[in-house]
């Protein structure tokens, strides 16, 4: 049967101060008045029932994720007491689901993201569950066509293409987020597509890569699913790793007893990790300001200016250009849009100085 899993943890720190230690990004209302998380859920409506959806997010957040998605059932939100990187968000449910249904096939598709059009990710998705299916041996991921030469995304090296199905290719490596000269040698091959960080596969077959390649992590889950009452004690010991690194490249490589496809997703994708993703994805005034919330602008242009304060306060910006304002209750942010990477560092040096109250 067909399963989902919407992995939904992290913090966001990109997006600080929107997102806090107890509202993190894919929880806010950011896009058209929904969350990523809601967004995210809608995007596989009618493929599976709402029963077969499962999240993994952070256990501080369970609560608020059956507020937000209160069609899943709460036995299918699956809180991790801490973060232990994407392995363990994708190991941890394919543990659980396989203990349910021995012939369970999962796609883990991430929380974060926007994608048009829908139709399109649909499209791939039914195809991608149609070649697990029928390959037990496959562990499937999604490329996504590149459009510039990004140089923040990894990309996969595409194969040969896989009899029977249209737009299935082997893939023959995983890149690291290449400089911008590679990226573009790789956007002129051809060769390349944007690795998504989603996947579909047979429960089973993850968790046999898992046997091969990390015994200790598979043990680790298989004890968890079958006694989730020992999850405050097992779960923060498990190794922190990313799934690419774990299995994904190492069964690349010859590495394990399965082999990595890849199924073709042409849309236009958006990884909403920090303020210019965000940016695009806001109403903008006549020169170029993405705005939410009030505010007056004079003499300003391609700011993103966001007030969420809930006393009546104005943001008001006068000969400003490129700058991120973020007002919040308790918070003010000001920055050039080409530093905005930095506020981790920000986030870091607030904590250092005022504690844990404002991360």
């Not at 990710?121 to 999604?142: I, K, P, Y």
């Not at 190794?239 to 774990?246: F, G, M, T, W």
């Amino acid at each position: 049967m067909r399963y989902v899993v919407i992995m939904a943890g992290g913090s966001g720190k990109r997006l600080w101060p929107l997102s806090r230690q107890d509202m993190p990004k894919q929880l806010l209302n950011l896009v058209g008045g929904k969350s990523l998380l809601r967004i995210a859920f809608e995007r596989v409506s009618g493929l599976v029932e709402p029963d077969r959806i499962l999240v993994c997010t952070g256990a501080d957040y369970a609560d608020v994720v059956q507020s937000e998605l209160p069609e899943v059932e709460a036995g299918n939100i699956l809180g991790e007491p801490v973060g232990r990187d994407s392995l363990n968000a994708v190991a941890w449910p394919a543990a659980v689901l396989a203990q349910r249904d021995p012939d369970a096939v999962v796609a883990m598709l991430t929380a974060d993201h926007i994608m048009h059009p829908v139709s399109e990710f649909q499209s791939a998705l039914r195809q991608a569950f149609e070649v697990a299916e029928a390959d037990q041996h496959a562990l499937v991921t999604f490329g996504v066509v590149p459009t510039t030469a990004h140089t923040g995304y990894g990309y996969l090296h595409r194969g040969d293409a896989v009899s029977g199905f249209t737009d299935v290719c082997e893939v023959q490596a995983f890149r690291e987020k290449p400089d911008l000269v590679t990226a573009q040698s790789y956007l002129e091959s051809g060769a390349y597509w944007w690795n998504s960080g989603m996947f579909v596969w047979r429960a089973s077959t993850l968790l046999d890569q898992l046997s091969i390649l990390l015994p200790d992590t598979h043990r680790a889950v298989v004890e968890l699913a079958v006694h989730p009452d020992r999850l405050a004690d097992i779960y923060p010991r498990l190794e922190k790793i990313s799934v690419d690194y774990a299995v994904m490249e190492p069964v690349s490589q010859g590495r394990g007893s399965a082999h990595v496809l890849a199924v073709r997703l042409p849309i236009t994708w958006h990884d909403v990790g920090g303020f210019a993703a965000l940016g695009e994805h806001l109403p903008r005034d006549a020169t170029g300001n993405a705005l939410q919330g009030t505010s007056v602008l004079v003499d300003s242009s391609d700011n993103l200016v966001i007030n969420q304060s809930e006393d009546g306060r104005v943001v008001a910006v006068v000969g400003l250009r490129d700058t991120v304002i973020v007002q919040t209750p308790d918070i003010t942010l000001v920055c050039p849009m080409g530093q905005a990477e930095r506020i981790k560092e920000l986030v870091a040096a607030v904590t250092d100085q005022l504690g844990g109250n404002y991360a």
